[in-house]
């Protein structure tokens, strides 16, 4: 369909809200109509926060593309509606959907930084077989906190100083 190679290009813009209502309209029912344009959409606006948020430190490899995995099979975090919202339209549903997918990879994107800068993580690393379950990654940051509170981590102090030099 010629309209989606079009519209396709609109895309990045519109996430940026960037789109004059005008420009912006056709889009969205484009996308309430066209699975395809959603994907492109929806894959687009992980990309963008991924990059908007690239790391100084490296990540494990496919640490996020795991987590968006998950997100994606239905641990979207998606907001529980009060009753008397089921008028909500399906635009808004698939926005919630991407905003939360986007994130869930942004929280524990900042989880995995924190834990790259930390002692004695080998715990968490994300390649173990089976994914951590959240409420023991916070455990396991709990517990390392502590230790490396004792040890007074005068690397993470130094740096400190240097940013805040800036
Ligand atoms: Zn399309």
């Known amino acids: 369909m010629n309209d989606c190679k079009q519209l396709e290009t609109l895309i990045p813009s519109y996430l940026d809200g960037e789109l004059s209502e005008a420009q912006a309209a056709p889009l969205r029912r484009h996308l309430l109509a066209c699975q395809a344009c959603r994907n492109a959409a929806q894959g687009e606006r992980a990309l963008k926060a991924w990059f908007q948020a690239e790391p100084a430190v490296a ?48 929280f524990l994107l900042a989880i995995a930084l924190h834990v790259a ?26 517990r390392v906190n502590a230790e490396s509170e004792r040890a007074g981590d005068a690397a993470t102090a130094g740096a400190g100083e240097a940013a805040r030099g800036e």
Do not use: H, K, N, Y
């Open 59 to 106: 990540v494990p490899d496919g640490f996020a593309a795991r987590i968006a995995r998950r997100a994606f099979e239905g641990d979207t975090g998606e907001p529980r509606v009060a009753a008397g919202a089921e008028r909500e339209t399906p635009i808004l549903r698939f926005v919630l959907a991407a905003t939360s997918v986007a994130a869930a990879v942004l």
């Open 117 to 142: 800068e930390l002692p004695g993580t080998d715990r968490l690393r994300a390649d173990s077989a089976s994914p951590q379950p959240l409420e023991e990654v916070l455990r396991e940051l709990d």
